[in-house]
C-alpha cells in the first residue's frame, strides 16, 4: 500500500512571495489533515477535510493560508503572501475515518524556509 | 486548555529501558497516542491507548496511562540504538473530528 505522498520536499521562498504544497493520501482515505511543524515543537493541525468538505479550520490564518480538496482525494495547500514566522514543515496526514482509532498516516513532509 | 508536555530530551545506554513522560490538560480526551519521528521522515504511529484503560503492552513497548493525574508514559524495553528518534506524546479532542494535540518531543539518544 503507498503511503502519503507530499511534494516538493523542500522549498525557499522569499517574504512575501506564495507557495503551495500538494498531498496525495492513502488511497481510499476519505479524512485528510495539514499540520504545521515549526522546528521544535510538536505538530499542530491547520485544516481538516472530510471527503471534499471542512471539518475544521479553527487554526488556518485565513487571511494568507488556503487549502482546498476538490475531488476528495488530493489536497493543496497554499501561502500568500508568506512570512518569516511560516518557516516550518508542512505535513499531510490522512485517515480512513474519523474515530480516535482511525490510524492518521503522515506523509515525510515539505520543509519550507522563508528568508 | 488543551496542552501537552512533554521532557525534551532523554539518554540511556543501549540495552536499559527508555521511559518517556507526558502529561496533558484535558480530561476529556478519548485517547492517548505515542509517535516517533525520525529525521527527514514523517510521524510513524508506535501504539495508543483508549482512555478507559491503566495499561498496553505491545512487544517492547509499554504504555501507562494515569487519568487521575492526566499521566502517560511510554516504556521502551532493551532500547537499541534504532530507536533514537523524537517521541510525540498526543491527545485527541473529542470536540474535535480526530483532532490531534501534540507534545514538543522528546529527543530519544541510545549510546553504547
Known amino acids: 500500500e503507498a503511503g502519503v505522498a507530499q511534494s516538493p520536499r523542500y522549498k ?8 503551495a504544497f500538494w498531498c496525495n493520501p492513502i488511497s481510499g482515505h476519505a479524512t485528510l489533515y495539514w499540520y504545521q511543524q515549526i522546528l521544535g515543537q510538536g505538530p499542530k493541525l491547520l485544516i481538516q477535510f472530510q471527503n471534499n468538505g471542512v471539518v ?3 487554526q488556518l490564518p485565513k487571511d494568507r493560508f488556503s487549502a482546498e480538496r476538490l475531488k476528495g482525494v488530493d489536497s493543496t495547500l497554499k501561502i500568500q503572501p508568506a512570512k518569516l514566522e511560516d518557516s516550518a514543515v508542512y505535513l499531510c496526514a490522512s485517515s480512513s475515518g474519523l474515530a480516535g482509532d482511525s490510524e492518521q498516516y503522515f506523509g515525510p513532509g515539505t520543509r519550507l524556509t522563508v528568508t | 486548555g488543551e496542552d501537552v508536555e512533554q521532557s525534551l530530551f532523554l ?42 484503560m491503566d495499561m498496553k ?18 516504556r ?26 501534540f507534545g514538543a518531543g522528546t529527543r530519544l539518544a541510545v549510546h553504547p
Not at chain 1, 525557499?12 to 507557495?19: D, Y
Not at chain 2, 485517547?31 to 501504539?47: D, R, V
Request: negative net charge; contains cysteine.
Open chain 1, 12 to 19: 525557499i521562498i522569499e517574504k512575501r512571495q506564495s507557495v
Open chain 1, 56 to 58: 475544521d479550520d479553527s
Open chain 2, 11 to 52: 539518554s540511556v545506554r543501549e540495552g536499559d529501558s527508555s521511559v518517556i513522560n507526558c502529561t496533558y490538560t484535558d480530561s476529556s480526551s478519548t485517547y492517548l497516542y505515542w509517535y516517533k519521528q525520525e529525521p527527514g521522515a514523517g510521524l510513524q504511529l508506535l501504539t495508543y491507548i483508549f482512555s478507559n
Open chain 2, 57 to 74: 503492552q505491545d512487544q517492547r513497548l509499554t504504555v501507562l496511562l494515569n487519568k487521575k493525574d492526566k499521566h502517560l508514559s511510554l
Open chain 2, 76 to 101: 521502551i524495553a532493551d532500547t537499541q540504538t534504532g530507536d533514537s528518534a523524537i517521541y510525540f506524546c498526543a491527545e485527541s479532542i473529542p470536540s474535535g473530528y480526530n483532532k490531534l494535540i
